[in-house]
Nanobody, 122 residues
Framework: VQLQASGGGSVLAGGSLRLSCAAS?????MGWFRQAPGKEREIVAA????????FYSDSVSGRLTISRDNVKKTQYLKMNSLKPEDTAVYYC???????????????????WGQGTEVTVSS
């Protein structure tokens, strides 16, 4: 399965962006990680196959919303009230397993997209 992310860009603090990630085939759980310069890749949000279960990191909860359209084989990340600390490369990811893992590790997801850059300036 190949993943193609899009929608990144530069915005002012308080602004919004919507990231999209199209999969070339059927996937189970999907998610987004991000990596800021000099930092480790961290989980942002994840969603199970049905969309009925979601996970958000504490730093983005209440500001970001993950969703998916299984017909289009696409997931989305709507980002509101963006902060400068949200600046990072955002990676979409997916796995054949349909449920969310107990621990949101990089190793919990088998497929990775190329990343899309988000820059938030104050």
């Amino acid at each position: 399965v190949q993943l193609q992310a899009s929608g990144g860009g530069s915005v002012l603090a308080g602004g919004s962006l919507r990231l999209s990630c199209a999969a070339s085939g059927r996937t189970g759980r999907m998610g987004w990680f991000r990596q800021a310069p000099g930092k480790e890749r961290e989980i942002v949000a994840a969603i199970n196959w049905s969309g009925g279960s979601t996970f958000y990191s504490d730093s983005v909860s209440g500001r970001l919303t993950i969703s998916r359209d299984n017909v289009k084989k696409t997931q989305y990340l709507k980002m509101n009230s963006l902060k400068p600390e949200d600046t990072a490369v955002y990676y979409c990811t997916a796995d054949p397993d349909i449920t969310l893992p107990t621990m949101m590790r990089v190793s919990s997801f088998a497929y990775w997209g190329q990343g899309t850059e988000v820059t938030v300036s104050s």
